[in-house]
């Protein structure tokens, strides 16, 4: 039987791209939610983690595109990670990406940027 690891999402970047000390960058996409913000002030949503290798699956000129707002397809395989900080153990999944695809309808200006900040969608 084959396994198949495949995972196609599209949503918008949330936050700041990171770089981590082994190399990967991390960020967030956000996916669904509403247009109102919920009781506790937070936007309603799903959030998922995306982890990108850029020399081996996503170029650098791709990352640095990942803006908070823009809107993304990512395809990739689902990963769970294990780490331990201060003594506990910790588990999170991953969508490990193999291709971003920027959609033309979030434009990279900054007066888009900043009604984004105020409300993602």
């Not at 396994?3 to 960020?27: H, M, S």
């Not at 939610?33 to 936007?43: A, E, L, R």
């Not at 910790?90 to 984004?116: C, F, M, Q, W």
Request: charged share 25%; hydrophobic share 35%; with cysteine.
């Amino acid at each position: 039987m084959t396994w198949l690891n495949e995972v196609r999402i599209a949503g918008r970047v949330a936050g700041e791209v990171r770089k981590t000390e082994r190399g990967p960058y991390r960020f967030q996409i956000k996916r669904g939610g509403g247009s109102k913000k919920d009781g506790s002030g937070n936007w309603p949503g799903e959030y998922f983690s995306v982890v990108c290798w850029p020399k081996n699956n996503v170029g650098e000129d791709v990352i640095r595109q990942l803006v908070p707002g823009v809107t993304v397809e990512v395809v990739g395989q689902l990963r769970q990670d294990q780490w331990t900080r201060g003594g506990v153990t910790h588990r999170g999944i991953n969508i490990v990406a193999d291709e971003i695809t920027l959609s033309a309808l979030a434009p990279l200006t900054p007066k888009y940027n900043r009604e984004v900040e105020d409300n993602p969608f």
